[in-house]
């Protein structure tokens, strides 16, 4: 079985790798959550033991929902008599997404009524609602016209782990709180000796988590004491007895052995109080040592290693003091140089505040806060590596200001639609003529990939070496990346005027996701990486068209849109290149989302020849061919020559009410309508292809639909 576990954006592939050590068979991220295949011990497992997930979503009924009627009978078609007493009270939770039922609230609401109509009708009985504390909390998820009916098997939300009995004014998530320690490495670091540290602990919520962790206590234990989860019908009670009696042993044998290692401090004698009031009620008060205290006045800390795990205090508006948060750089470099930092700032200006270099950056959300969780390991860097460290210049300040103010333009977008691989720059100063691109891999590191683009041949070569080193001086200041992390492609001169110089072959593969699609790329050996970062939205479109239909992908590269086709549900998919490096690297990508068997077809050929050959019919055709070829292989290839003759066997390959997108990047290119309507109707939407970190450059490719003409 197949079932969805939520958590906070940010933590989805934390969770991912969580649920997979807790026993199930497979877990992949997806938004706010991750889809995991497992049994149901499994997933009660995870609502015992996980540290990361809000809820675990056990799915009892998918069916299609394009209106208020659908979802009614859907609901109704239910046997809820083999989930339900009627004598146990429910909750509904929704969430929905499209243009067909846009009010989460009244979807709950008609959930609600099909549940109780049917069990009133089959039992002359109908459960009460309870809210707050059912018997039964059930979810509803409408989306893509599609409805999914879960149980709830934790009953409300895991992040309460049920020792809470004071907090301060923003107290940190439980959730939340173990991705920190858990970025931070605490787990380990325990393991091998080292001291937990908090100087501005507040409630104390990190280092109770954190004592917790250590002492191997299961985070549903406290919560839920002996009473069960849930009173869903389906639930395996003696299953769940078992896991609870493990989970005692654990729990005891854990207590028992815990270490005295964990120091808190607070300037705010009120935060302290409440600490101490949450220590003792999570029983774990005797292992950690809480102060009043000014972080400036942090003692040098006697253990050579450790982990400092801080949330300092911001606001839903981000208004902090950025020199409270120098005083912390300042004071963990002196009290804790050694040690790993694991810091939750409010966002990225504010994290660069403290002075501290980051290794490793990740985007969490505290709520609905967007926050910066920085990884220092060590705290102070080498004094060799700390020298090095220099001012920026004049166009290197202009170059890193520059993006700074792409990143806030482009960062509500890319929440919304979750993009962690996206174009931040591209010649947005002229003298500084690159294209710089953020990689964002599924470990949530930061890579950067810049293309120099030609100069003007009256600027000297000097110049244009000097103006690229200062921008990629200001890209790496602004990402905080090492220059292993940057991949930079150069324009030399050689025979036959400008061109790209000799590449890397460091045969270096990055995983990064695009939608629900995990996919790989590679920045350094090749002129592309293997995914056109253009194409997003066009790739998404077809996606979603290609549902229970066949996908053709005519010169496909490596693949991405026959990968996003066939996670989207599609029933074939055909891809077509002549390439063997390319299909292997597709083959990869299939292997990465577990797609494979003889629905899903690679043809090495040429694409033209193989089109002409073939009589099969395909619903999603897409062919975005290259602008010239001359392979041996195959015969040469000019896009604006061969275009007609090249639709034209594509619109022969159409299924009746078959599509066909057409797009290249030939900056040159004119369409030859006048051929094309002797047997298409074509549809120029270029527009709509080009997403917002490319509206600089609208002209980065063209995009057609097209359908036979009957």
């Known amino acids: 079985m197949k079932f969805f576990a939520s958590c906070g954006k940010g933590l989805e592939y934390l969770l991912a790798d969580e649920l997979v050590a807790l026993g199930c068979t497979r877990a992949t991220a997806a938004v706010a959550g991750a889809n995991a295949e497992g049994e149901l011990a499994d997933a009660q497992r995870a609502v015992l033991w996980s540290r990361l997930a809000s809820r675990v979503l056990w799915p009892i009924a998918e069916f299609a929902c394009p209106d208020e009627h659908a979802l009614y009978a859907g609901v109704a078609a239910v046997d809820w008599t083999q989930h339900l007493d009627p004598a146990h009270s429910i909750a509904v ?19 609600k009524d099909g549940i109780v109509d049917t069990l009133r009708a089959k039992t002359g009985a109908r459960p009460d609602v309870d809210v707050e504390s059912p018997d039964v909390r059930i979810n509803l998820v409408v989306r893509k016209g599609q409805a999914t009916l879960s149980i709830d098997l934790g009953g409300g939300s895991l992040h309460r782990r049920g020792w809470r009995r004071a907090q301060g004014e923003a107290p940190l998530k439980e959730n939340l709180a173990a991705a920190v320690l858990l970025r931070g490495g605490w787990p380990q670091a325990y393991a091998d000796g080292g001291d937990l540290l908090d100087p501005m602990c507040g409630s104390g919520t990190l280092l109770i988590e954190g004592a917790l962790m ?36 654990r729990e005891s044998k854990g207590r028992a052995a815990l270490r005295p290692c964990f120091t808190g401090s607070d300037l705010d004698p009120h935060a302290i109080r409440a600490a101490r009031e949450n220590a003792q009620a999570a029983g774990v008060d005797d292992a950690i040592s809480f102060a009043v205290r000014d972080v400036a006045d942090l003692p040098v800390q006697d253990n050579r290693r450790g982990v400092v795990a801080c949330n300092p205090p911001y606001d839903a508006r981000l208004a902090a003091d950025p020199a409270l948060y120098r005083a912390l750089g300042d004071a963990l470099k002196r009290a804790t140089p050694n040690w790993c930092a694991s810091l939750l700032c409010g966002d990225f200006e504010l994290a660069r505040a403290t002075g501290l270099r980051a290794q490793k950056r990740y985007q969490l959300f505290n709520g609905p806060i967007e926050c910066s969780l920085i990884v220092c390991d060590p705290v102070a860097l080498p004094v060799r590596e700390e020298t090095r460290k220099r001012e920026l210049g004049e166009g290197a300040q202009m170059v890193a200001n520059r993006i700074r103010k792409n990143l806030d333009k482009l960062k509500r977008w890319r929440q919304q639609e979750g993009v962690s691989c996206f174009r931040a720059y591209d010649a947005d100063i002229p003298e500084y003529a690159c294209a710089v691109d953020v990689y964002t891999t599924t470990d949530d ?7 120099e683009y030609a100069a ?21 200041e602004v990402f905080e990346v090492p220059k292993e992390r940057v991949a930079v492609k150069t ?8 061109k790209y110089g000799r590449f890397d072959q460091r045969s270096e593969f990055l995983h990064v996701a695009e939608g629900a699609a995990t996919l790989r790329v590679n920045l350094f050996d090749y002129l592309d990486t293997g995914l056109f970062l253009d194409h997003r939205p066009l ?8 549902g229970g239909r066949h996908f053709l992908n005519l010169f496909c590269y490596t693949g991405v849109a026959s990968v996003q086709a066939a996670v989207q549900g599609a029933a074939q998919t055909t891809s077509v290149d002549l390439s063997a490096t390319y299909l292997e690297w597709l083959a990869d990508n299939l292997r990465e989302n577990n797609i494979g068997g003889t629905r899903h077809r690679i043809a090495q050929a040429d694409a033209l020849k193989w089109l002409e050959a073939d009589r099969g019919e395909y619903d999603v055709i897409f062919c975005d061919p290259p602008t010239f070829s001359n392979s041996k292989r195959a015969d040469d290839f000019d896009v604006q020559r061969d275009h007609v003759r090249l639709l034209r066997a594509g619109t022969e390959r159409l299924a009746p009410g078959g599509v066909l997108y057409f797009s290249n990047n030939f900056r040159r290119f004119r369409l030859d309508e006048a051929a094309l309507s002797a047997f298409a109707a074509v549809e120029d939407i270029s527009a709509s292809t080009i997403p917002p970190d490319f509206a600089r450059n609208p002209r980065i490719h063209r995009a057609w639909r097209i359908v036979r003409r009957d």
Not at 491 to 498: F, I, M, V
């Open 93 to 111: 939770d929704a969430h929905v997404s499209g243009d067909a039922i846009t009010h989460a609230r009244y979807a709950a609401q008609r959930v």
């Open 214 to 249: 250590a002492a191997d206590v299961a985070p549903g234990l406290m919560r839920l004491g002996d009473a069960l989860p849930t009173r869903w019908a389906g639930f395996d009670v003696e299953a769940w007895k078992a896991l609870q009696i493990e989970a005692i042993e």
């Open 445 to 451: 590191e930061i890579w950067l990939h810049v293309q």
């Open 456 to 476: 003007p041949t009256e600027i000297p070569e000097a110049t244009t070496r000097k103006r690229l080193n200062e921008l990629l001086a200001g890209a790496r």
């Open 491 to 498: 324009r030399s001169t050689g025979k036959g005027g400008s």
């Open 539 to 546: 790739r998404a479109r077809m996606a979603l068209e290609a």
